[in-house]
């Protein structure tokens, strides 16, 4: 992605008539090393009536070996959605299989527990070619991390 797709994606979302967006953490990366400030980004995204309702992608937490591993995967996104002042991060996992179902529940409270210090939500983001394919493979995940900070996508 340029700065002039950038540019044109955020203003033709404003010329839609939406009032949020969801930004992608690579994009936001890809913009700032191009030049463009964080504190210019929010200027943009103020200036087009453009609020950010979540950041996409936490995406090393279901397979991360240890909770202390999945944090770290899930700080920058953290991070980065309360600095845009976003209610919401998506947590996806893109391997196609699920290694441990445990500890990926335990990986997803601690990363829940990350969010839940900057009032933010973690949405589990299910897709079919995944190893978190379905809603019911989600659901189970979201009830065993014990947190209520937690849904899906």
């Known amino acids: 992605m340029t700065v002039g797709d950038w540019d044109d994606c955020l203003r033709a979302c404003a010329a839609a008539g939406f009032d949020g967006v969801s930004l992608w953490s690579l994009h936001v990366l890809m913009v700032e090393q191009a030049g ?6 929010r200027a943009q995204l103020a200036q087009l009536g453009l609020s950010v309702s979540c950041i996409e992608a936490v995406t090393g937490w279901a397979n991360a070996p240890s909770v202390e591993a999945a944090v770290a995967d899930a700080t920058f996104t953290v991070e980065m959605a309360e600095s845009f002042g976003a209610d919401n991060v998506i947590a996806v996992l893109l391997d196609d299989r699920l290694h ?3 500890q990926a529940a335990a990986n997803l409270g601690a990363v829940a527990d990350l969010a839940a210090e900057a009032g933010i939500w973690v949405c589990v983001e299910y897709l079919p070619w995944t190893g978190i394919a379905d809603i019911g493979t989600a659901w189970r995940l979201i009830q065993a991390s ?3 900070n937690v849904g899906f996508l």
């Open 36 to 41: 463009r400030s964080r504190d210019a980004i």
């Open 146 to 148: 014990g947190r209520t």
């Open 100 to 102: 441990d179902g445990a």
